[in-house]
Nanobody, 114 residues
Framework: VQLQASGGGLVQAGGSLRLSCAASRTIHGSVVMGWYRQAPGKQREFVASIRSGRDPNYADSVQGRFTISRDNAKSTLYLQMSSLKPEDTGVYYC?????????WGQGTQVTVSS
């Protein structure tokens, strides 16, 4: 499966962005999908994940500001980001875990100016 992330950009602090991640084929709702990010000079970190039948998981740093969702009919994962902070700056990657392994999207840059 291939994942294509999009929706990044430059936004002022306090602003909003919505990221999308389109999969090249149908991914069952029971399969976990998530978002990660990597800031310059730092390791990639977990942001949020979702799977059918369970509450979404969020990193403490984004809880209450970000919302993860998915449209299984469109095989698309979303991340609605609000109240953005400069420390949210980084490359955002989508990921899914299938029986054949982990699959990552190519990343989309999010830059939050102060």
């Amino acid at each position: 499966v291939q994942l294509q992330a999009s929706g990044g950009g430059l936004v002022q602090a306090g602003g909003s962005l919505r990221l999308s991640c389109a999969a090249s084929r149908t991914i069952h709702g029971s399969v976990v999908m998530g978002w990660y990010r990597q800031a310059p000079g730092k390791q990639r970190e977990f942001v949020a994940s979702i799977r059918s039948g369970r509450d979404p998981n969020y990193a403490d740093s984004v809880q209450g500001r970000f919302t993860i969702s998915r449209d299984n009919a469109k095989s698309t994962l979303y991340l609605q980001m609000s109240s953005l902070k400069p420390e949210d700056t980084g490359v955002y990657y989508c990921k899914t875990r299938l029986e054949s392994g982990d699959y990552w999207g190519q990343g989309t840059q999010v830059t939050v100016s102060s």
